[in-house]
């Protein structure tokens, strides 16, 4: 159906604070969605109290409130304008938080103000893990072992009936604030305190923990009529374990076969298809077990997230101004696909290529933090390569991470035997990628580094033959390097400054020099959502090293 022409005026509810757990991330959707609904001619009023984003820009709303997010904002911004809907799905668990809150006090009936793009029982439903662990069992969907505590007292006789380690998932919260997993019992009081603390409504969900299941997230969009479509599958390097916004992340999915792909997608579908009569996006998290590809849903999301906007960069298409679209009205069939300009919304994008994310943090700018990663998010921020191959795009990343990385490889800087880097990837930190990397080199095997970090042994052949092709330059001085090799490296991602410390050659501008002699350059290629099959018209691209 058409847009609804009822709504002359849109409420956008934003972030607020960029605080480590959100990083800029909602900034991106909250912008999309602000141009996309002035485009249908419709008034946009703003609320962040966030000065430093770019949705607050005068050119992106009729009129930006730079206000705290409270009750109190929200009624003086109706008084004074006429409002018919509000968006709250742009701006996180914060947004959502903040719209429920107004709606228990009964003030968006009071004003006739719609809510668009969620309803409040699928938030409820979503986020209140204990309505979202009994909605799961009534569907038929499994869910871990799990009890929802109230009270510290209740926590500690869960966990001594669920045994440990275990997860806590307060209720409501943001980049898995408060949570975080417990592998013994010494450990859980001041975890459970911690956590019924963060939850506004003081509870905490006391799950079986999972480690070492592979986690995948699915990025869906759902219109009026009920059409899904499944954006982006995202699958997380790290296993269950680590917060998805402190995973490395890489899409498409690499290791996921297709009945563990369609047993997903059918879950995800017929879970947003369940959540409630609205339109907009909405993301599913999945762990797996990987011997026996059995599932469990972790968590929906009725709204965009860090992940959602990963997805909009890594496919090319703006899922935000979709979404936004949808909650105004329209069917995905009646959208123009952005990229290609003649085809419909409503399409699966495929990918001919490979998307590595890689979180950033700030630990050296904060002596004495914990760097050990867990199920509460620590980033500030993420980097994202594109490439033909998961190589090539792991070390694109890794040279973007201004850290001194001159790809996956510091050189020289870890002095530990094989035997210590062995114990030191078993806990996730920030760096375990780049000591995976060395452990390969100083010979461990594959075996043995999959046993210790429950990471799929794809990703570690693919280190490995990064290592290999490492380890054959290290062979050559530069001049005598052949030019195979050369382009085998570029190929797998090595930097000129990489190719030249490797091979004993003082300026990385020699291996430029003789690479272009050769014609090894730099080709363009499209991000257009649909592999080639159909003609792409928008300017993006990402640039690799191939023949042609």
Request: charged share 25%.
């Amino acid at each position: 159906m058409p847009k609804d022409n009822s709504i002359k005026s849109v409420l956008i509810i934003g972030s607020g604070p960029i605080v480590i757990g959100q990083a800029c991330e909602f900034d991106y959707s909250g912008t999309q969605a602000a141009r996309s609904i002035r485009e249908e001619g419709i008034k946009v009023i703003l609320i962040n109290s966030n000065p430093a984003t770019i949705m607050t820009d005068p050119m992106m709303a009729d009129r930006v409130y730079l206000l705290p997010l409270t009750v109190e904002s929200i009624e003086q911004i109706l008084e004074e304008n006429e409002i018919n809907a509000v968006l709250p799905t742009m701006g996180g668990q914060t947004a959502l938080n903040l719209c429920k809150e107004v709606d228990d006090l009964g003030i968006w009936e009071k004003n006739n103000v719609k809510l668009i793009g969620v309803d409040i029982k699928a938030i409820d439903k979503a986020e209140d893990r204990e309505k979202f662990r009994l909605w799961m069992i009534e569907m038929g969907i499994p869910v871990c072992p799990a009890k929802i505590a109230n009270s510290f007292l209740e926590g500690k006789e869960f966990a001594q009936e669920i045994g440990f380690p275990l997860v806590l998932r307060p209720s409501f919260t943001l980049g898995g604030t408060g949570g975080g997993i417990v592998f013994k019992k010494e450990e859980l009081d001041e975890a459970l305190s911690r956590a019924l603390t963060a939850s506004p409504i003081h509870e905490v969900l006391v799950e079986k923990a999972v480690l070492g299941w592979k986690e995948f997230e699915l990025e869906l969009l759902r219109d009026a009529a009920d059409n899904v479509a499944i954006i982006c599958t995202v699958e997380n390097f790290d296993p269950m374990g680590v917060h998805t916004g402190d995973s490395i992340t890489v899409a498409p999915a690499m290791t996921l076969s297709d009945t563990g792909f369609q047993l997903m997608r059918n879950t995800a579908i017929r879970m947003m298809r369940a959540l409630g009569n609205f339109a907009g996006g909405c993301n599913v998290q999945f762990a797996m077990n990987p011997q026996t590809e059995e599932i469990i849903v972790v968590e929906i999301n009725p709204r965009v997230s860090r992940s959602s906007a990963l997805a909009s960069k890594a496919t090319g298409y703006p899922i935000a101004k979709i979404a936004a679209k949808l909650a105004i009205g329209y069917n995905l069939d009646e959208l123009k696909n952005q990229i290609t300009q003649s085809t419909s919304a409503y399409f699966e994008p495929a990918l001919d290529y490979v998307i590595v994310k890689i979180p950033r943090w700030n630990f050296d700018k904060f002596k004495g933090a914990d760097d050990t990663l867990g199920f509460q998010m620590k980033s500030v921020g993420e980097v994202m390569g594109i490439g033909r191959s998961f190589a090539e795009a792991v070390q694109k990343a890794c040279q973007s991470l201004e850290n001194d990385a001159i790809g996956l490889g510091y050189y020289g800087k870890s002095l530990m035997h094989t035997d210590e880097l062995i114990e030191y990837i078993k806990t996730p930190k920030w760096d375990r990628i780049f000591r995976i990397k060395d452990a390969l080199m100083a010979g461990a095997s594959i075996k043995r580094i999959c046993e210790s970090t429950k990471i799929d042994r794809w990703f570690i052949y693919q280190i490995q033959k990064i290592c290999d092709c490492e380890k054959q330059l290290m062979e050559y001085e530069f001049k005598t390097l052949p030019d195979d090799l050369l382009r085998e490296a570029k190929m797998l991602g090595f930097s000129d400054e990489q190719i030249a410390k490797l091979t004993n050659e003082e300026d990385a501008d020699t291996v430029y020099e003789r690479r272009k002699a050769m014609g090894l350059l730099r080709v363009f290629k499209m991000v257009d959502t649909c592999a080639a099959e159909f003609e792409a018209k928008t300017p993006y691209f990402y640039s690799t090293f191939e023949n042609k």
